[in-house]
């Protein structure tokens, strides 16, 4: 079954300081891809980065990577210098195949609280 | 800027009565995607467009609907809204060729049934 679990329901880290999300995923497809969103309070989800399964090396978007470790089927979200604004709800997503084409699944998100 | 766009932003309607939702989008991207998103959970896809051709998944219930009268609308149509389906919903477009599938999100219509 494709599966994505994020086991961290909440997060809280000071400003400048860097945090890891956790994420694994499931599946037995060989190609795949793997996202990250952020979700504020407003609701909107915005992207992040992504990592396809196949790429060498880990994606990095400015403050953002993504530690990928494909044999232990884990794709990290690492936010150095952590900013007050980076207090939202962040969920990882993958890239499936299904029945009606393509789509992705999310996992139950983090909250990441930043305080000062 | 091109962009996805979802009005109204905040909508309320009463039990039993219909209501659509819509999408636009200035991205010209072949495909466009409705997810449903419960206080407190993930998004949920309900169904999308590759163009003209609806794929819906299959446990959406039949209460929902869409439509797809050319690349830049999509409405989502909900017969009888129940208590259940009060909920953020998503509209979001990929351009679906090969390559990332990155999907692009609206900003949502927070849905209120009274």
Not at chain 1, 4 to 10: K, M
Not at chain 1, 73 to 82: D, F, G, P, T, W
Not at chain 2, 10 to 29: A, D, E, I, M, R
Not at chain 2, 67 to 92: E, H, K, Q, V, W
Request: hydrophobic content about 30%; overall charge neutral; proline content about 4%.
């Amino acid at each position: 079954a494709q599966k994505i679990t994020q086991t961290q329901p909440g997060m809280f880290v000071q400003e400048k300081e860097a945090v890891t999300l956790d994420c694994t995923y499931d599946t037995s497809d060989p190609s795949y891809g793997l996202f990250w969103y952020k979700q504020p309070s407003s609701g909107e989800m915005i992207f992040l980065i992504y990592q396809g399964s196949y790429d060498q090396q880990n994606a990095t978007e400015g403050r953002y990577s993504l530690n990928f470790q494909k044999a232990r089927k884990s794709a990290n979200l690492v936010i150095s210098a952590s900013q007050l604004g980076d207090s939202a709800m962040y969920f990882c997503a993958m890239r499936v195949l299904n029945q009606a084409g393509t789509a992705l699944i999310f996992g139950k998100g983090t909250t990441l609280s930043v305080s000062s | 800027d091109a962009m996805v766009i979802q009005n109204p932003r905040y909508q309320v309607t009463q039990f039993g009565k219909p209501v659509t939702l819509s999408c636009s989008q200035t991205l010209n991207h072949n495909v466009m995607y409705w997810y449903q998103q419960k206080s407190s959970q993930a998004p949920k896809l309900l169904f999308h467009y590759y163009d003209k051709d609806f794929n819906n998944e299959a446990d959406t219930p039949d209460n929902f609907q869409s439509r797809r009268p050319n690349t830049s609308f999509c409405f989502l149509d909900i017969r009888s809204p129940g208590l259940g389906d009060a909920a953020m919903y998503l509209c979001a477009t990929s351009s679906g060729g090969v390559g990332t599938y990155e999907q692009y999100f609206g900003p949502g219509t927070r849905l209120t049934v009274t």
